[in-house]
Every structure is written in C-alpha cells, then in structure tokens.
C-alpha cells in the first residue's frame, strides 16, 4: 500500500484486483487512508468491522450498504459514516464502474 508524504498524483495509485468484481486503489498516510473502489453489479462483501471510523462517499452508480441494522441503497452523491467497531455490510454493488 503507498504511503505518500508531500506530494502525489491519483493515478500513480496502482489498481489492486480484490476479486473478478471488485477493484480498489488506496493512499495511506501515517494515520489515515482514502479507498477509491469499482465494483461491478452483484458485488459482494461480508459484514465486518474496523477499529477506525469510515467515510463513504458514493461518486456513481448504486450499492446497498448495511450499518449496524440500518439499511440504504446509496446513489450517487449520497454520504455515510460509519463509528469505531459498527459492524458494516456491502450487500450488494449494482454496477456503476
């Protein structure tokens, strides 16, 4: 994962092949990091947890997203957050690449 100080560009970040649906480029710096994600329709991934709050910011397409037991599909534009330890699930990607 890079790990940038100063200076870079986004497309420098290299795409990481998660599985034949999804797809995810991450920056990280020393305490934090932003994801940029594609996920094709039927995306899935399993509830689970971090020890860190999360963003979501959805710049196209449709997913369903789960936090805790509240449920949304987000489009684009849409935001979330998501505390310390609540259990998150990726129910479902609906395209969008």
């Known amino acids: ?5 100063g200076f ?30 594609k996920m094709k329709a039927g995306a899935h991934a399993p509830s689970h947890q971090h020890p860190h709050e999360q963003i979501v910011w959805m710049l ?9 037991s509240d449920r949304r599909s987000m489009i684009a534009g849409d935001l979330a957050s998501r505390q310390r330890r609540a259990r998150r699930f990726l129910s ?6």
């Open 92 to 97: 479902r990607g609906h395209g969008g690449r």
């Open 8 to 37: 870079g560009a986004r497309a420098e970040l290299p795409w990481e092949c998660i599985t034949d649906k999804i797809e995810r480029r991450i920056l990280a710096g020393k305490q934090g990091m932003i994801v940029w994600w």
């Open 1 to 5: 994962m890079p790990v940038i100080s």
């Open 60 to 68: 196209k397409g449709r997913m369903d997203f789960r936090i805790g």
